[in-house]
C-alpha cells in the first residue's frame, strides 16, 4: 500500500460526503422526479466537482444513499429496541420503512436499472430487511407483545401494500392510520 491509501480522508472530505448523502437523501424523498446532480450539490452547498469527487456518476450516489437507507434500517431495528418495547419499536421501525420507501421514489430510473443490471442485490437487500424485521418480531414474542404467529415477510408485503395506497410525501396521515390498524393485528388477542 502507499501512504495515501493508508491515510483517512480529510474531515472536510468527509463532511462533505456526509452532507452530499444527506442531501441527496432528502430531495430524493420529496422529489416526484431524480433532481439533477447540479440541484444536489446546490442544496449541499459545495461545487458540482466536490459531488463528482464524492459519486463519479449518478449511479454511485443513488448506490451510496441506498446502501445508507438499508444500513438505517437495519441497525435502526436494534436502536429502537434497545429503547423502546418490541411493539413500540415495531411501529417506529415502521415509520423508518416508509421514510426508506419515499426515498426510492425520487430515485427509482437509477435504482431501477441498477437492479436490473445486477448493480445492486435486491435478494440480499430484502434478507436484510426480512431479518430486521425478525430482530423485532422474536424480541416481541418473548416479551408477549407481539404475535408469534406472523412470519417477516408478511409485515413485509403490508408495509409496501400500505406505503404503495398511501405514499409519501402526502399521504402521512392515512399511512400513520393504515399502520396503526397493521400493529392492532400484531398484537396478541
Same mark, same amino acid.
Given at each position: 500500500?502507499? @501512504?495515501?491509501?493508508? $491515510?483517512? *480522508?480529510? /474531515?472536510? &472530505?468527509? !463532511?462533505?460526503?456526509?452532507? %452530499?448523502?444527506?442531501?441527496?437523501?432528502?430531495?430524493?424523498?420529496?422529489?416526484?422526479?431524480?433532481?439533477?446532480?447540479?440541484?444536489?450539490?446546490?442544496?449541499?452547498?459545495?461545487?458540482?466537482?466536490?459531488?463528482?469527487?464524492?459519486?463519479?456518476?449518478?449511479?454511485?450516489?443513488?448506490?451510496?444513499?441506498?446502501?445508507?437507507?438499508?444500513?438505517?434500517?437495519?441497525?435502526?431495528?436494534? @436502536?429502537?429496541?434497545? $429503547?423502546? *418495547?418490541? /411493539?413500540? &419499536?415495531? !411501529?417506529?421501525?415502521?415509520? %423508518?420503512?416508509?421514510?426508506?420507501?419515499?426515498?426510492?421514489?425520487?430515485?427509482?430510473?437509477?435504482?431501477?436499472?441498477?437492479?436490473?443490471?445486477?448493480?445492486?442485490?435486491?435478494?440480499?437487500?430484502?434478507?436484510?430487511?426480512?431479518?430486521?424485521?425478525?430482530?423485532?418480531?422474536?424480541?416481541?414474542?418473548?416479551?408477549?407483545?407481539?404475535?408469534?404467529?406472523?412470519?417477516?415477510?408478511?409485515?413485509?408485503?403490508?408495509?409496501?401494500?400500505?406505503?404503495?395506497?398511501?405514499?409519501?410525501?402526502?399521504?402521512?396521515?392515512?399511512?400513520?392510520?393504515?399502520?396503526?390498524?397493521?400493529?392492532?393485528?400484531?398484537?396478541?388477542?
Amino acid at each position: 500500500m502507499t @501512504e495515501g491509501e493508508l $491515510r483517512a *480522508p480529510r /474531515a472536510d &472530505a468527509s !463532511r462533505n460526503r456526509d452532507q %452530499l448523502l444527506a442531501v441527496a437523501t432528502r430531495m430524493f424523498g420529496s422529489a416526484d422526479a431524480e433532481p439533477s446532480m447540479r440541484a444536489i450539490a446546490r442544496e449541499a452547498g459545495v461545487g458540482i466537482a466536490t459531488l463528482y469527487r464524492h459519486f463519479p456518476t449518478r449511479e454511485s450516489l443513488v448506490d451510496a444513499v441506498y446502501r445508507d437507507q438499508v444500513g438505517r434500517l437495519t441497525a435502526g431495528a436494534r @436502536e429502537l429496541l434497545g $429503547r423502546l *418495547p418490541p /411493539a413500540a &419499536a415495531m !411501529r417506529r421501525w415502521m415509520d %423508518l420503512f416508509g421514510d426508506w420507501i419515499a426515498t426510492k421514489n425520487g430515485m427509482l430510473d437509477t435504482l431501477l436499472t441498477m437492479i436490473e443490471s445486477g448493480e445492486i442485490a435486491h435478494a440480499r437487500t430484502r434478507a436484510e430487511l426480512l431479518a430486521a424485521i425478525t430482530t423485532i418480531l422474536d424480541a416481541g414474542r418473548v416479551a408477549g407483545d407481539l404475535r408469534s404467529d406472523v412470519p417477516a415477510d408478511d409485515i413485509a408485503a403490508a408495509l409496501i401494500g400500505i406505503f404503495t395506497v398511501a405514499p409519501r410525501p402526502g399521504h402521512e396521515a392515512m399511512a400513520g392510520r393504515l399502520l396503526n390498524l397493521l400493529m392492532d393485528g400484531l398484537r396478541p388477542a
